[in-house]
């Protein structure tokens, strides 16, 4: 099972970009669907984005298409998620998870801790 490790997290200006970065340890990390979550305060995790194992399909939850940009280099064991024109609404404690994606939903098999992204209006 792979370990998981989110930098990259911070505080921006709305309309600013980010870009976080999930480190994978051990040697099976292209056998996995990767993807990102986020939590609000008071609110539940939610699906942002994921990718397949050989990075040949994408998914984004409509409110960040167009704005985030999910990819993964398996050759450094890394997955990225780029996102411009943040809102404050992006505001959210985003999480790294490894997994299987099928019909439309990640089973997620290993979390990252998580990193902190606030956007300040």
């Known amino acids: 099972q792979v370990q998981l490790v989110e930098s990259g997290g911070g505080l921006v200006q709305a309309g600013g970009s980010l870009r976080l970065s999930c480190a994978a340890s051990?040697?099976?990390?292209?056998?996995?669907?990767m993807g990102w979550f986020r939590q609000a305060p008071g609110k539940e995790r939610e699906f942002v984005a994921g990718?397949?194992?050989?990075?040949?399909?994408?998914y984004y939850r409509d409110s960040v298409k167009g704005r985030f940009t999910i990819s993964r280099d398996n050759a450094k064991n890394t997955v990225y998620l780029q996102m411009n024109s943040l809102k404050p609404e992006d505001t959210a404690v985003y999480y790294c998870?490894?997994?299987?994606?099928?019909?439309?939903?990640?089973?997620?098999?290993?979390w990252g801790q998580g990193t902190h992204v606030t956007v300040s209006s």
């Open positions: 051990g040697r099976t990390f292209s056998s996995y669907d």
């Open positions: 998870a490894a997994g299987l994606y099928l019909s439309g939903t990640m089973t997620v098999t290993v």
């Open positions: 990718i397949t194992k050989n990075g040949g399909y994408t």
